[in-house]
């Protein structure tokens, strides 16, 4: 079956370092999402990416940044983590706008 | 922003009783879709209306949308003690395949 993954499913790490989440499907999707989750907040979106070498900011891009190299992965990269930064990221790919969202399980980043 | 609001924040029922979760957005959509979230888990597509739809059904599960109020309700019936989780929705816009969130409900189906 299809299927996407996220990893590491959790971290701890230092303010000022950088820090690259992994996300990989099977799905053959060429849309693929990073979102954030914070009590209060919901999802926000973070990057997106509609194709391979496409790239796109979401509503709250700043301090993170991605790259599609091939259509199975888009990792997500805190340049130098920030406390504010503490946060479940998940990854989620779909078909197209009329198709749903599969999304993985999650990342929990601790920035101390 | 969140374009979707999801109303009650929190809902407490007995298992067999119906769960009624409602959402509000701002703007045009092209769809709008409802997830489940299992504490720990990610999200779970449970249901996509089209903005021409006015309901649909799968399972235990009936959504509706109103484009007028901009607004969308979630039906669970016959809840069960398994459907404690998180219920989220979300919208997309134009041609856009992005998805703006809610907030969410927390529903608790106790025995």
């Known amino acids: 079956d299809a299927e996407i993954t996220q990893s590491p499913r959790h971290k701890i790490t230092e303010t000022g370092r950088q820090v690259t989440l992994a996300c990989h499907q099977t799905?053959?999707?060429?849309?693929m999402f990073w979102y954030r989750q914070d009590l209060g907040h919901g999802l926000r979106l973070i990057h997106y990416?509609?194709?391979?070498?496409?790239?796109n900011k979401g509503e709250v891009s700043d301090g993170y940044s991605v790259s599609r190299s091939n259509t199975e992965d888009l990792p997500l990269t805190l340049e130098s983590a920030a406390s504010s930064q503490t946060s479940v990221y998940f990854c989620a790919s779909s078909e197209n706008s009329y198709q749903p969202q599969h999304f993985g399980d999650g990342t929990r980043l601790s920035i101390l | 922003s969140q374009q979707g609001e999801e109303d009650p924040q929190a809902l407490s029922i007995q298992e067999g009783e119906n769960a009624t979760m409602n959402c509000s957005y701002k703007?045009?959509?092209?769809?709008l879709q409802w997830y489940r979230q299992n504490s720990g888990r990610g999200l779970v597509h449970l249901i996509l209306?089209?903005?021409?739809?006015r309901e649909k059904h799968s399972g235990r599960l009936r959504v509706t949308l109103d484009t007028s109020k901009k607004s969308s309700s979630l039906l669970i019936t016959a809840s069960r003690a398994a459907d404690t989780a998180s219920y989220f929705c979300a919208i997309t816009t134009g041609t856009a395949s992005k998805l703006t969130f809610g907030t969410g409900t927390r529903l608790q189906v106790t025995l």
């Open positions: 990416s509609y194709g391979v070498q496409d790239t």
């Open positions: 799905w053959n999707h060429n849309n």
């Open positions: 209306i089209r903005s021409n739809e």
């Open positions: 703007t045009s959509i092209n769809n």
